[in-house]
């Protein structure tokens, strides 16, 4: 669309391009001027914070307090970082998030998997009232299971084990996974399954060779998403964790803002930088999937 | 033979038992649990007392609820104005002045959508500082000849703080939702209603508007759904603070359950946020079903 709204007759400009090239550019930057001052001014309001931080987190406390905040650090050590794994045991949250959110992630992918094949590809009775009631867990607001969950967690004797997160994130991705994935078989060729049908293949084996290798790239975008919304997660980490040896990153860097955070700025940008890494480094490579993730599992809702 | 395999009863079972099982006893169970925890009194410790609709009424003279339900209103329906008009600014801004370079600078305002709420707070708490350290903005303020602002600590500043950086965080993802309506577009349309003579604002209002209905409808719904859960920005930046002026409800619940043990009166306020979510949801899908069929 971009082009046809651009393109001028390009024959009948050409005879007098020459003589009015000079002007034509410069009413063009200034007829421009106004929108990209726009767009810089948008850059700078969005990059900024993140660039502040960054080189925060190579500062002492002293440039902190007498260097204006503009100034980059005068040395780039890590003494900050080491703090931060020390003070904050940033690497105890560090592995409990993953312990959580990677098991929760494929298991939640696995069984999700396997529900929208059925409900997308399957004839059987029962197939509307059951994507309906997945259509409720997108709606209702999570504090809704919060303290059932509890209770049966307390009662089960999970609280003080990381159990209770990974059951709770595997169920809150499973109406996402359902739903997305069931587009992404409804997308697939129908006659593919026909074919292995006429071929004598079980259902279970048409499933497991025919239809996930056709969704395997749905798959994985929608384990993207999920991932970032378990691992941003604070609701149920801050709910299930009663223990300071079980909390995630997200958990942890919170409590360590009590503790040292308004005093101590350094560790404190050290700590935030650790705990966005991973998600900037999925982003870095992955940007314009998760975009297209996130937007599409956001029309499904 | 072919359709057997289609509609084999035990492969079916075998393939939606699992999720929905472990969905069954996580989610469904746990919501009709807490509706029955709504009409009791009680907690964990002390066991619970059937109190019929003392809950209810009491959060409707509860001050503390009616002013979480206030700010959870005010937050909602303000935010969601903000994110969608922002968004949908945005993307007319990458379609008509960016087009082909909006590629990378839609990349970066998408960013801080991926981004943990909970690091996003804690650095806004510090871009917006004054002591210890000055953060940018009240070093900013104080070079142009201003004074330096406590913004967490008076609660009109602190409710403007929370909207920045949630419209930060969240102006990148309407952004690409409606640019991506946008693109749908047909070209012809915009190229028919230019020959016709619509340009600028015109041509905005009466064929990009339109078009983009369903769209934006699907970003209002998304945006209210989630402005009205809004947890762990609050949490993580104000604390529901100063003096509980910027609590919601799902704050409110939080503190009521886990702070005061008080299981009967959370479910309460989780029960009414979620009816509320669900009229709210159901009604803007009402109400524009009934204008787009119209138009």
Known sequence: ?301 | MAISVFSNRRATALLVMPALAIYTAVMLVPIVWSAIYSFMDGGLIGGFTFTGFDNYTQFFTDPQARSALRFTAIYAVAMTIGQVALGYLLSLLYLFHLRRSSTIVRTLVFFPVVLPTVAVALLFQRVFGLAPVEGPVNALIQTLGGTGIDWLGGTASAVGVLFVMDLWRSMGFYAVLLYAGLMDIPEEMIEAARLDGATGSKLVRHVVLPMLLPVLVSALVFSINGTMKVFDSIIALTGGGPAGSTTPLTLYMFQTAFGFGEYGYGSTIAMVLTLLSLIVTWFILRSTRRHLTAS
């Not at chain 1, 003589?19 to 900024?48: D, Q």
């Not at chain 1, 499973?174 to 293949?201: Q, S």
């Open chain 1, 1 to 301: 669309m971009t082009s046809t709204i651009q393109a001028p007759a390009p024959r009948q400009l050409a005879t007098n391009r020459a003589t009015r090239r000079p002007k034509n550019r410069r009413s063009r930057f200034l007829r421009r001027l106004p929108l990209n001052i726009v767009v810089a001014l948008l850059l700078v309001i969005v990059c900024y914070p993140l660039v502040w931080l960054v080189l925060g987190s190579f500062k002492t406390q002293d440039e902190f307090l007498s260097s204006p905040f503009w100034a980059l650090p005068s040395t780039p050590d890590l003494s900050n970082y080491t703090e931060a794994f020390a003070k904050a045991n940033l690497g105890t949250y560090l592995i409990n998030s993953v312990l959580t959110v990677i098991p929760a992630l494929i298991i939640g992918l696995a069984l999700g998997t396997a529900a929208a094949f059925a409900l997308e590809v399957l004839v059987w009775k029962g197939r509307g009232p059951t994507l309906g009631i997945f259509l409720v867990g997108i709606t209702v607001p999570a504090q809704i299971i919060l303290l059932p969950l509890f209770t049966m967690y307390f009662q089960l004797h999970l609280l003080g084990t990381l159990w209770p997160l990974i059951i709770t994130y595997t169920a809150v991705t499973l109406p996402l996974n359902v739903f997305m994935i069931a587009t992404f078989f409804k997308a697939a060729p129908r006659g593919m399954f026909e074919a292995a049908a006429i071929d004598g293949a079980s259902t279970l084996r048409m499933f497991w060779s025919v239809g996930v290798p056709m969704v395997r790239n749905g798959i994985f975008t929608v384990g993207l998403v999920q991932f970032f919304f378990l691992w941003n997660d604070l609701l149920f980490a801050l709910t299930f964790t009663n223990n300071p040896r079980l909390r995630t990153v997200q958990v942890g860097l919170l409590s360590f803002n009590g503790q040292y955070g308004s005093i101590d700025y350094g560790p404190l940008f050290a700590a935030i930088v650790v705990s966005i890494s991973a998600t900037l480094l999925l982003y870095l490579f992955m940007n314009q999937r998760v975009m297209r993730g996130l937007a599409a599992g956001s029309m499904k809702g």
